[in-house]
């Protein structure tokens, strides 16, 4: 099965840089993805690793070592409107197919 | 169109009614999933279609029927329901290999009374 853990919450200032952490174990990895998720409305799609090393996309980066079961997302520049949940997700083939199963997620909490 | 369309947005009905939540995409996309999520929780995997043919039940109770009609439809046959069922009800595609992300709708908000 799976086993995704990620902090339950964390803080932060406007400006600053926030590295979210996922340590994941499975059995069939196909994929590493990250989705933001405000209150009461559906999960966006971040990022996406599926090779280890560093994507990044604006604002936004997201790093897998497959070898060590790890990946992070960092957020820099942080803004108020930052504030959210970060869910990171797997693709274990093993267990769901082309599915994405979720971690707990990391509730994100950005102060002026 | 990048969109994927849930619809009613808002959903109450009693232990005793059967109701559908439906879901629409026109992206090709050739698998569909119905995920559930409680408050300050993560979505939740119940069904999986892929090619229109159920490839994945987690073990989700018989009261919750899926149906896909065709590649673009995704309906959640909901029947005899419990007030622990209430919860929101998210819809995603894919275009169906092992790569590309899950694209959600805004999902179906059920309350059971």
């Known amino acids: 099965g799976q086993n995704i853990d990620q902090p339950t919450e964390m803080t932060a200032t406007e400006g600053a840089i926030v590295q979210i952490n996922c340590t994941y174990q499975t059995s069939g990895f196909n994929g590493l993805f990250w989705y933001q998720q405000h209150a009461g409305e559906a999960p966006t799609f971040l990022s996406y690793n599926v090779l280890d090393g560093l994507e990044e996309k604006g604002r936004f980066s997201s790093f897998l070592s497959r070898s060590k079961g790890y990946s992070y997302l960092l957020l820099k520049e942080l803004q108020m409107k930052d504030s959210a949940s970060y869910l990171c997700a797997v693709r274990d083939v093993d267990q769901a197919g082309t599915a994405l199963i979720f971690g707990k997620g990391t509730t994100l909490s950005v102060s002026s | 169109d990048t969109e994927v369309t849930q619809t009613p947005k808002h959903l109450v009905m009693g232990m005793t009614n059967k109701k559908s939540l439906k879901c629409e995409q026109h992206m090709g996309h050739r698998a569909m999933y119905w995920y559930k999520q409680k408050a300050k929780k993560p979505p939740e995997l119940m069904f999986v279609?892929?090619?229109?043919?159920?490839?994945i039940n987690e073990s989700v109770p018989s009261r919750f029927s899926p149906e896909c009609p065709n590649s673009s439809l995704l309906n959640l046959h909901l029947h005899a329901l419990q007030p622990e069922d209430s919860a929101l009800y998210l819809c995603?595609?894919?275009?169906?290999?092992?790569?590309?992300?899950?694209?959600f709708g805004e999902g179906s908000r059920l309350t059971v009374l």
């Open positions: 995603a595609s894919s275009p169906g290999g092992l790569t590309g992300e899950l694209f």
């Open positions: 279609y892929s090619y229109e043919k159920l490839s």
